[in-house]
């Protein structure tokens, strides 16, 4: 299987869990919108307000993978993967715009609560959005480590931040049986915090990965061992890894004995791409420039 079909694969892999996740969480939000207007719960309507941000989140990861397809060209000749990390970054501000809205919502209730009804169906509604955003969030989490894919990953932890929302709700709605009200704006606002703190982080990661950041040092240094274990290769210098959406991208100065032939050369490059393709799959691609060792005394 050739390193472009492999790539394609991955990709493909990505677009068809962003699109069944988009048809869950459509789902979800048509229960919630609808109980949450009907009950008056305004922590199950923030919820909502989380899931439809989900549901934009999930459509725009879907087209950054979609681009990330696309071949390169004379003018983008490192191909288009960095476009998932700009739909990450979108989906970040807009989470912020989002969490902002609910938390201004949310303290207007804490200062004037409402009762809510229907209060076994919104508890209903919790737990089965719970425990299909646990499974979602897993089913995510898995795919987007194995396609290494950022946008998915920050998708998971949505999911994995629905499931903390609905225990919320639900004890929320519990302690206004005792007419404790103020309980449910309450989790509303932490709910917000959640929102945030998401948006933050990954935003933070998003920015980075288009600064062309280099992965964790560890993954460097794996590199560089892989590339120093293959045969007749003396010495490695001048080793840069970036990050470009899900793929990495290499460059390293190769060092062989002074009598090499430059034909012997080209095949100890191509042996260490090998090599370094088959123990990492998400580099993408490496360039090799080969040079004489220098002894030093």
């Keep these: 299987m050739s390193a472009d079909h492999a790539r394609t694969i991955l990709l493909q892999r990505g677009i068809i869990v962003s699109r069944r996740s988009t048809l869950v969480l459509v789902v979800l939000s048509v229960a919630k919108v609808t109980v949450g207007f009907l009950s008056g719960s305004i922590a199950l309507l923030a919820d909502a307000a989380h899931t439809v941000m989900d549901i934009a989140g999930s459509v725009i990861v879907w087209l950054g993978l979609r681009l990330s397809l696309r071949k390169p060209t004379d003018q983008f000749p490192y191909g288009f993967y960095k476009a998932e990390s700009i739909c990450t970054l979108i989906v970040c501000i807009i989470m912020i715009f989002t969490g902002a809205e609910i938390l201004r919502d949310s303290m207007e209730r804490l200062y004037a609560p409402s009762v809510i009804t229907l209060r076994p169906i919104v508890i209903a509604v919790a737990v089965g959005s719970g425990l299909v955003s646990y499974l979602l969030a897993r089913y995510k989490e898995k795919t987007g480590r194995e396609i290494h894919s950022q946008g998915l990953r920050v998708e998971s932890r949505h999911s994995f931040a629905d499931v903390l929302n609905s225990g919320l ?129």
């Design 169 to 297: 709700i639900c004890g929320s709605v519990l302690f206004t049986y005792l007419n404790i009200f103020w309980a449910e704006p309450l989790a509303a606002v932490i709910i917000s915090a959640f929102i945030f703190w998401a948006a933050l982080t990954f935003g933070k990661d998003s920015i980075f990965s288009l600064m062309d950041v280099s992965p964790q040092p560890a993954m460097r240094k794996a590199i560089e061992d892989t590339i120093l274990n293959t045969p007749v290769v003396k010495g490695v210098h001048a080793l840069r890894v970036r990050r470009s959406g899900p793929f990495i991208f290499v460059e390293a100065h190769v060092e062989v004995d002074g009598k090499t032939s430059l034909e012997k050369a080209h095949m100890i490059a191509d042996e260490v791409q090998d090599r370094v393709q088959e123990k990492f799959r998400e580099v993408d691609s490496i360039a090799i420039h080969v040079g004489i060792h220098e002894k030093h005394s």
